[in-house]
Protein backbone atom coordinates (compact mmCIF):
# COMPACT_ATOMS: atom_id res chain seq x y z
CA UNK A 1 0.00 0.00 0.00
CA UNK A 2 2.74 2.59 0.90
CA UNK A 3 4.68 1.98 -2.68
CA UNK A 4 1.13 2.48 -4.37
CA UNK A 5 0.55 5.17 -2.29
CA UNK A 6 3.95 6.95 -3.38
CA UNK A 7 3.74 6.42 -6.94
CA UNK A 8 0.22 7.39 -7.19
CA UNK A 9 1.24 11.27 -5.63
CA UNK A 10 4.45 11.22 -7.46
CA UNK A 11 2.65 10.36 -10.77
CA UNK A 12 -0.23 13.42 -9.87
CA UNK A 13 2.77 15.89 -9.35
CA UNK A 14 4.50 14.70 -12.49
CA UNK A 15 1.34 15.34 -14.24
CA UNK A 16 -0.18 18.71 -12.68
CA UNK A 17 3.57 20.14 -12.94
CA UNK A 18 3.08 20.01 -16.85
CA UNK A 19 0.17 22.18 -16.13
CA UNK A 20 1.35 24.46 -13.71
CA UNK A 21 2.18 26.90 -16.98
CA UNK A 22 -1.42 27.76 -17.35
CA UNK A 23 -1.74 29.54 -14.10
CA UNK A 24 0.87 30.41 -11.60
CA UNK A 25 4.15 32.29 -12.67
CA UNK A 26 7.30 30.75 -12.95
CA UNK A 27 10.08 31.34 -10.04
CA UNK A 28 12.93 34.01 -10.33
CA UNK A 29 15.12 31.36 -7.69
CA UNK A 30 15.63 27.90 -7.32
CA UNK A 31 13.16 28.77 -4.22
CA UNK A 32 11.28 31.26 -2.09
CA UNK A 33 9.81 29.73 0.57
CA UNK A 34 6.85 31.02 1.97
CA UNK A 35 6.92 32.92 5.64
CA UNK A 36 4.34 33.77 7.98
CA UNK A 37 3.18 36.89 6.79
CA UNK A 38 -0.17 37.17 8.67
CA UNK A 39 1.38 40.22 9.79
CA UNK A 40 3.01 41.56 7.06
CA UNK A 41 1.89 45.35 6.40
CA UNK A 42 2.84 44.30 2.52
CA UNK A 43 0.44 42.09 0.91
CA UNK A 44 2.08 40.36 -2.57
CA UNK A 45 0.93 38.25 -5.08
CA UNK A 46 1.66 35.41 -3.66
CA UNK A 47 4.10 34.90 -0.36
CA UNK A 48 6.77 36.93 1.14
CA UNK A 49 10.44 34.12 0.21
CA UNK A 50 11.82 33.53 3.51
CA UNK A 51 15.47 34.34 3.69
CA UNK A 52 17.08 31.36 1.83
CA UNK A 53 20.00 31.20 4.77
CA UNK A 54 17.47 29.71 7.17
CA UNK A 55 15.56 27.70 4.51
CA UNK A 56 16.03 23.61 6.35
CA UNK A 57 14.92 20.69 4.48
CA UNK A 58 11.80 20.73 7.13
CA UNK A 59 10.51 23.73 4.55
CA UNK A 60 9.94 21.25 1.81
CA UNK A 61 8.71 18.56 3.83
CA UNK A 62 4.93 17.96 4.74
CA UNK A 63 3.92 14.18 6.23
CA UNK A 64 0.10 12.97 7.05
CA UNK A 65 -1.55 11.98 3.81
CA UNK A 66 -1.25 8.43 4.36
CA UNK A 67 -3.72 9.07 7.39
CA UNK A 68 -7.52 8.98 6.60
CA UNK A 69 -9.34 12.45 7.00
CA UNK A 70 -12.59 12.21 8.83
CA UNK A 71 -16.00 11.86 6.62
CA UNK A 72 -18.44 12.75 9.43
CA UNK A 73 -20.10 15.35 7.85
CA UNK A 74 -23.62 16.27 6.02
CA UNK A 75 -21.69 15.32 2.62
CA UNK A 76 -19.54 13.07 3.45
CA UNK A 77 -16.08 13.78 2.60
CA UNK A 78 -12.98 15.06 4.02
CA UNK A 79 -10.16 17.21 1.45
CA UNK A 80 -6.64 17.45 2.75
CA UNK A 81 -4.50 19.75 1.35
CA UNK A 82 -0.90 20.39 0.66
CA UNK A 83 -1.09 23.63 -0.99
CA UNK A 84 1.40 26.68 -0.03
CA UNK A 85 -0.04 27.18 3.11
CA UNK A 86 1.05 23.63 4.84
CA UNK A 87 3.74 23.13 2.67
CA UNK A 88 5.52 26.54 2.81
CA UNK A 89 8.27 25.36 0.27
CA UNK A 90 5.71 25.44 -2.73
CA UNK A 91 5.52 29.18 -2.85
CA UNK A 92 6.05 29.84 -6.62
CA UNK A 93 6.27 26.19 -7.40
CA UNK A 94 2.94 26.05 -9.57
CA UNK A 95 2.06 23.14 -7.92
CA UNK A 96 0.32 21.43 -5.33
CA UNK A 97 -2.16 18.29 -3.67
CA UNK A 98 -4.77 17.38 -2.22
CA UNK A 99 -6.15 13.50 -0.69
CA UNK A 100 -10.09 13.14 -0.95
CA UNK A 101 -11.88 10.89 1.36
CA UNK A 102 -15.02 9.54 0.34
CA UNK A 103 -17.92 7.70 3.07
CA UNK A 104 -20.05 5.47 1.13
CA UNK A 105 -22.25 7.70 -1.20
CA UNK A 106 -20.10 10.79 0.57
CA UNK A 107 -19.57 13.40 -2.05
CA UNK A 108 -16.91 16.68 -3.25
CA UNK A 109 -19.74 18.57 -3.99
CA UNK A 110 -20.10 21.06 -7.05
CA UNK A 111 -17.28 23.39 -6.64
CA UNK A 112 -14.74 25.08 -9.15
CA UNK A 113 -10.89 25.87 -8.59
CA UNK A 114 -10.71 29.93 -9.69
CA UNK A 115 -6.40 29.48 -10.12
CA UNK A 116 -5.74 25.66 -11.02
CA UNK A 117 -6.56 22.88 -13.70
CA UNK A 118 -7.10 19.33 -11.36
CA UNK A 119 -5.49 15.68 -11.99
CA UNK A 120 -7.17 13.42 -10.22
CA UNK A 121 -6.78 9.59 -9.58
CA UNK A 122 -8.43 7.10 -7.62
CA UNK A 123 -6.72 4.96 -4.97
CA UNK A 124 -9.62 3.01 -3.56
CA UNK A 125 -13.12 2.51 -4.31
CA UNK A 126 -15.73 3.78 -7.34
CA UNK A 127 -16.10 7.58 -8.13
CA UNK A 128 -18.84 9.21 -10.52
CA UNK A 129 -17.25 12.51 -11.35
CA UNK A 130 -18.11 15.10 -14.16
CA UNK A 131 -17.41 18.61 -14.44
CA UNK A 132 -19.88 21.44 -16.38
CA UNK A 133 -18.82 23.70 -19.57
CA UNK A 134 -18.87 27.55 -19.05
CA UNK A 135 -22.08 29.45 -20.98
CA UNK A 136 -21.74 28.54 -24.71
CA UNK A 137 -21.75 31.42 -27.06
CA UNK A 138 -25.25 30.63 -28.26
CA UNK A 139 -28.03 31.44 -25.84
CA UNK A 140 -30.29 28.60 -27.19
CA UNK A 141 -27.93 26.02 -26.16
CA UNK A 142 -27.01 24.45 -22.63
CA UNK A 143 -23.70 23.88 -20.67
CA UNK A 144 -22.14 20.63 -21.05
CA UNK A 145 -22.28 17.97 -18.94
CA UNK A 146 -19.25 15.45 -19.14
CA UNK A 147 -19.14 12.32 -16.78
CA UNK A 148 -16.96 9.56 -16.29
CA UNK A 149 -17.69 6.47 -13.48
CA UNK A 150 -13.36 5.66 -12.24
CA UNK A 151 -11.95 2.76 -10.46
CA UNK A 152 -8.97 2.67 -8.92
CA UNK A 153 -6.41 3.67 -11.57
CA UNK A 154 -8.06 5.58 -13.55
CA UNK A 155 -7.38 9.32 -13.88
CA UNK A 156 -9.56 12.53 -14.83
CA UNK A 157 -8.99 15.51 -15.61
CA UNK A 158 -11.32 19.06 -14.24
CA UNK A 159 -10.25 22.32 -16.72
CA UNK A 160 -9.31 25.42 -14.62
CA UNK A 161 -12.45 27.02 -13.34
CA UNK A 162 -15.02 25.03 -14.34
CA UNK A 163 -17.77 23.30 -11.88
CA UNK A 164 -17.26 19.86 -11.00
CA UNK A 165 -17.48 17.40 -8.38
CA UNK A 166 -17.09 13.80 -7.21
CA UNK A 167 -19.15 11.37 -5.77
CA UNK A 168 -19.04 7.88 -4.13
CA UNK A 169 -20.75 5.31 -6.01
CA UNK A 170 -20.12 2.01 -3.85
CA UNK A 171 -21.04 1.02 -0.16
CA UNK A 172 -17.50 1.08 0.98
CA UNK A 173 -14.92 3.87 1.46
CA UNK A 174 -13.08 5.64 -1.35
CA UNK A 175 -9.77 7.31 -2.11
CA UNK A 176 -8.73 9.95 -4.63
CA UNK A 177 -5.31 12.13 -4.68
CA UNK A 178 -5.29 15.38 -6.99
CA UNK A 179 -2.60 17.30 -8.13
CA UNK A 180 -3.74 21.10 -9.28
CA UNK A 181 -1.68 23.45 -11.32
CA UNK A 182 -1.23 26.46 -8.77
CA UNK A 183 0.42 26.62 -4.98
CA UNK A 184 -3.03 28.23 -4.15
CA UNK A 185 -5.41 26.84 -6.18
CA UNK A 186 -8.34 28.64 -4.43
CA UNK A 187 -11.95 26.68 -3.95
CA UNK A 188 -15.52 28.19 -4.45
CA UNK A 189 -18.31 25.49 -3.31
CA UNK A 190 -21.02 26.16 -5.27
CA UNK A 191 -23.92 25.49 -2.94
CA UNK A 192 -22.20 27.39 0.32
CA UNK A 193 -21.01 30.28 -1.64
CA UNK A 194 -24.51 31.02 -3.18
CA UNK A 195 -26.59 29.98 0.21
CA UNK A 196 -24.22 30.55 2.98
CA UNK A 197 -22.54 33.72 1.92
CA UNK A 198 -21.92 36.29 5.16
CA UNK A 199 -23.57 38.62 4.58
CA UNK A 200 -26.21 37.03 2.49
CA UNK A 201 -26.87 37.65 -0.91
CA UNK A 202 -30.40 39.06 -1.38
CA UNK A 203 -33.63 36.68 -1.42
CA UNK A 204 -34.80 38.73 -4.27
CA UNK A 205 -31.86 38.16 -5.99
CA UNK A 206 -32.15 34.44 -5.65
CA UNK A 207 -35.27 34.05 -6.00
CA UNK A 208 -34.97 35.74 -9.60
CA UNK A 209 -32.11 33.50 -10.38
CA UNK A 210 -32.87 30.40 -10.09
CA UNK A 211 -36.57 31.14 -10.46
CA UNK A 212 -38.13 30.06 -7.40
CA UNK A 213 -40.19 31.25 -4.48
CA UNK A 214 -38.55 33.50 -1.69
CA UNK A 215 -39.66 30.66 1.03
CA UNK A 216 -37.11 28.54 -0.55
CA UNK A 217 -34.26 30.62 -1.05
CA UNK A 218 -35.08 31.76 3.26
CA UNK A 219 -34.88 27.74 3.98
CA UNK A 220 -31.64 26.55 1.71
CA UNK A 221 -30.26 30.05 3.62
CA UNK A 222 -30.94 28.83 6.93
CA UNK A 223 -29.19 25.37 6.71
CA UNK A 224 -25.57 24.59 7.58
CA UNK A 225 -23.55 25.16 4.84
CA UNK A 226 -20.04 23.27 5.47
CA UNK A 227 -16.48 23.33 3.57
CA UNK A 228 -15.32 19.89 3.59
CA UNK A 229 -11.41 20.82 3.62
Keep these: MAIRLLLTITSILALASSLAYASDPSPLQDFCVAVNDSRASVFVNGKICKDPKTVTADDFFFSGLNKPGNTSNPVGSKVTPVNVNQLPGLNTLGISLVRIDYAPYGQNPPHTHPRATEILVVVEGTLYVGFVTSNPANPNEKNKLFTKTLYPGDVFVFPE ?23 NPGVITIANAVFGSNPPISVD ?25
Design 205 to 229: VLSRAFQVDANVVKYLQGQFWMNNN
Design 161 to 183: GLIHFQFNTGKTNAVAFAGLSSQ
